[in-house]
């Protein structure tokens, strides 16, 4: 089993590459460039080395964001049930949800509540068994705190960056948690701001294509972009060949 869940890990390795190079394609990139920029990330990695080395799951919860992201457009059903299963293994994938909701992606949506419904109830053999979410739950209410540079939270960033004022005041350890725990709070409010903002900015500039697209679709068909409003060129049918 363990010998195959490496050959896994090999496999999703290869994965994460296409995936990647077709999301930086999609995003606009020139293939050579986007490829070369794959390569590199994947090369000066140290998580990925990590996940290698240690046996983790986070390529299979990474490959299923990247499938989710990549095939919500033309799979939704798909894009929800690989959303619920990264859900399954971390939690984070469910942030899918909100822009899916945002983009009124119904059937990605319903693809991913049904997905995790079907994975809990397989969990809990049909909702007969519930030992092993309450032990989940009790972990997650203790989740320990790390404060190593590679744990990659803002709470060890945070932790980090204040250690040489901590040094320099002689900070009890009480009252450097409480500020590091503060500091934490304020990068993540900060966060969420820009990922509103992100957001608000995209859809403004999706209504206004939309709205030009509306009201030029000629124009956005030589610039090669589609407009929402009208249907794609059909292609000329085949000529039948004359009865003999």
Avoid: E
């Avoid at 992201?69 to 949800?97: E, Q, S, T």
């Avoid at 909702?127 to 032990?135: E, F, K, L, T, V």
């Amino acid at each position: 089993l363990f010998y195959f869940y490496q050959c896994a890990q090999l496999f999703m390795v290869c994965l994460l590459f296409l995936l990647c190079y077709r999301l930086a394609t999609r995003l606009g990139l020139d293939p050579a460039l986007a490829a070369a920029i794959t390569a590199a990330l994947m090369l000066v990695n140290t998580p990925l080395h990590r996940t290698l080395k240690l046996n983790l799951v986070n390529l299979w919860v990474l490959n299923s964001v990247l499938g989710a992201m990549l095939l919500a457009g033309a799979r939704p059903l798909a894009a929800g049930l690989l959303a619920a299963f990264a859900g399954h293994l971390k939690l984070y994938p469910f942030v899918l949800a909100a822009p899916w909701l945002l983009a009124r992606r119904w059937a990605a949506l319903c693809a991913l509540v049904a997905g995790a419904a079907l994975l809990l109830l397989l969990s809990t053999a049909g909702g007969r068994d519930w030992s092993i979410w309450a032990h989940w739950l009790a972990f997650f209410r203790a989740f320990p705190v790390g404060t190593r540079v590679r744990d990659n939270s803002l709470h060890s960033l945070s932790w980090n960056l204040l250690l040489p004022l901590k040094r320099l005041l002689d900070l009890p350890d009480p009252s450097y948690a409480s500020v590091v725990g503060l500091l934490t709070t304020l990068l993540s409010l900060t966060v969420l701001a820009w990922f509103i903002w992100r957001v608000a900015r995209r859809q403004r500039a999706v209504s206004a294509f939309s709205a030009g697209c509306s009201s030029q679709p000629f124009a956005c068909r030589m610039s090669g972009r589609p407009s929402p409003f009208t249907s794609p060129t059909p292609r000329p049918c085949a000529k039948t060949p004359p009865a003999a």
